[in-house]
């Protein structure tokens, strides 16, 4: 494997920002965001303290599954922009130290690709083996489909060759094969065409479906799946050599640690926490802090080149299928009783905000529990608003409205006539007149300048994503109590209380000298001393959160 350098691991510290180009803002005023709207806003988000956009797809596209449909993977959807548009827009994200990764389809193609129209053709056709076929129709793969609401099976038949091609999405999306070396070398094209074009590296898409056996047929031979992620990385990095690969990866821990690359870590760089997560959503359902406490003792240990991504709301739905049956049906009788607010039976299709009925102090409190956790935070666009959904829009689109800009018409998001808008936006408490960023930008007290105030305090504390967790006993079950520490010596206590009433916590540090105090880097870089066991008491208010750095005798003060 490659030796990388510390020094290129710049997404240890990052701070991520997934944002839709359709979605995001208008600059022609067609009723669909584009590339020059995106890069019209990129001090927004160089003010906000981003410095890594991650893009959702904006390729050209046959439209079913709001663009992880690709038709050319090559291709800017004329929609959107052109090849120029989107240079343009790196160059100027660069300039003001923002990085941009791409979203990535690596598992499937629109059924309206070049490629699969050719090999639907013919079983002789040269694109056949693109893809993956079955004369036959496995049986039970039904429980398996991804959107179970649309489809019923894995397999779909295809009439003019009588055979059946693998999908794990919609119908629309056939699988690609993998295991074709022919695939994997379209695939390192695309690849370095686009970093050729500025990116900083991928967001892989839905990968633990890259290696899924599914009953197809064929001997899969030599092909290792984890060996050729560890190929993916090794193509990037030699082109780029701080590139990053971002993936999808919603399994349970001992499979997520596979993905990484085991212990050489030659796989993915960095994972969302999806188990985290969930855990999280059960902690604020409970007022109880033990599930969040629980998910951060299983964590498995990375090595120094990976990392996972935080995150509180992501675009798809709000999955919970890593909790039991009744923790789910707890979380939904929390922040969705509605049938309508749920999905697939495992999932809700809401944002924070609304679930929590616009409690400021609980989401506030998440938010800082996200940004103080070991790893790299990762946003959704307009939760630094605290933008929430539109349930009449079906599915997973519900959170993927308008960005809120303004409380003018649409939002400010485009000057077209309403019916002509990418999605409609929200109304009542959580429209554009009421949330907005324009009016929160004014307003020092507002959720955007909180969200901005903890960006810039985690990008001061660059060694929480280099730290690892340690969850501290004490006596609160609605408290959770983890210290980050890292290599140098460095440690943070981060307090969250996910309980409505005022508590005292007990903390003690072990190897601690006298002298040594505690400073709250969210309240005015206040000191409370350590005794000399290392203990202190500290006052948390309902839903209350602190940071509090460790600071020795001999450290200089912090400022």
């Known amino acids: 494997m490659r030796k990388i350098e510390t020094g290129d691991l710049w997404w240890k510290n990052a701070v991520f920002y997934c944002a ?97 129209k050719s090999a639907r053709r013919s079983k002789d056709d040269p694109y056949r083996d693109y893809y993956v076929w079955s004369a036959t129709e496995p049986k039970g793969t039904g429980k398996d ?81 984890y060996e ?20 999808e990866v919603n399994v349970p821990y001992k499979d997520q640690k596979t993905f990484f690359g085991g212990a050489d870590g030659d796989g993915l760089n960095m ?65 969705g009783p509605e049938p309508d607010m749920q999905l697939y039976g495992r999932g809700l299709r809401r944002r924070l905000p609304s679930m929590l009925g616009g409690d400021q102090r609980r989401m506030r409190m998440a938010y800082s529990l996200m940004f103080s956790l070991p790893g790299t935070p990762v946003l959704f666009y307009g939760e630094e608003i605290g933008m929430a959904e539109n349930l009449e829009i079906p599915g997973r689109f519900a959170v993927r409205t308008p960005m809120q800009w303004t409380s003018e018409r649409n939002g400010g998001f485009s000057q077209a006539p309403g019916r002509k808008l990418a999605r409609p936006l929200p109304d009542g408490m959580y429209g554009p007149d009421r949330v907005n960023a324009a009016d929160q930008r004014h307003d020092h007290q507002s959720f955007w300048w909180f969200v901005r105030d903890l960006i810039y305090t985690y990008r001061q504390q660059p060694e929480i994503g280099w730290s690892t967790p340690e969850v501290l006993k004490q006596p609160n079950r609605a408290v959770l109590a983890h210290v980050c520490r ?52 500290v006052g948390l208010e309902p839903y209350g959160y602190r940071w509090l750095r460790l600071r020795r005798p001999d450290d200089p003060p912090i400022i």
């Not at 995001?24 to 410095?51: A, H, K, P, Q």
């Not at 970093?195 to 967001?203: D, M, P, S, T, Y």
């Open 20 to 116: 839709d180009i359709e979605t995001f803002y208008d600059w022609n005023g067609d009723g669909c965001g584009d590339i020059r709207g995106m890069t019209e806003r990129i001090e927004y988000l160089s003010d906000l303290g981003v410095t890594c956009l991650w893009l959702m797809p904006f390729y050209p596209t046959a439209r079913v599954d709001d663009g992880y449909d690709i038709t050319d993977f090559f291709g800017v959807d004329p929609r959107l922009g052109t090849h120029g548009d989107f240079v343009e827009l790196v160059r100027t994200a660069k300039s003001v130290g923002i990085r941009v990764i791409l979203d990535f389809v690596m598992n499937h193609t629109s059924d309206r690709h070049p490629w699969f």
């Open 145 to 225: 489909v991804v959107f179970p609401d649309q489809e019923d099976s894995l397999w779909e038949l295809e009439p003019k060759t009588n055979e059946y091609y693998l999908h794990h999405f919609l119908k629309h999306q056939p699988d690609l094969n993998i295991a074709n070396p022919a695939v994997q070398e379209e695939i390192s094209r695309v690849l370095g065409f686009w970093l050729e074009l500025g990116v900083a590296g991928f967001r892989i898409d839905a990968v633990p479906f890259l290696f899924a056996r599914d009953g197809a047929p064929g001997d899969p031979g030599a092909f290792d799946p």
């Open 228 to 247: 050729y992620l560890g190929d993916v990385r090794n193509f990037i990095t030699r082109r780029v050599g701080d590139a990053v690969l971002l993936g």
């Open 271 to 335: 994972q969302f926490d999806f188990i985290g997560m969930q855990n999280i959503y059960l902690s604020l359902a409970r007022g109880d802090a033990r599930p969040i406490a629980k998910s951060l003792k299983q964590r498995p240990a990375l090595d120094i080149t990976s990392q996972w991504g935080n995150f509180v709301r992501n675009h798809d739905e709000l999955t919970l299928d890593k909790l039991s049956d009744e923790e789910r049906q707890e979380v939904f009788a929390a922040f």
């Open 486 to 537: 890292e290599s140098s010596g460095w440690a943070m206590v981060a307090l969250h209380n996910f309980g409505a009433e005022r508590c005292i916590v007990p903390i003690q540090l072990d190897d601690v000298e006298s002298g040594c105090t505690l400073v709250d880097l969210l309240d005015g870089l206040s000191e409370h001393e350590l005794d000399a066991k290392g203990r202190i008491d």
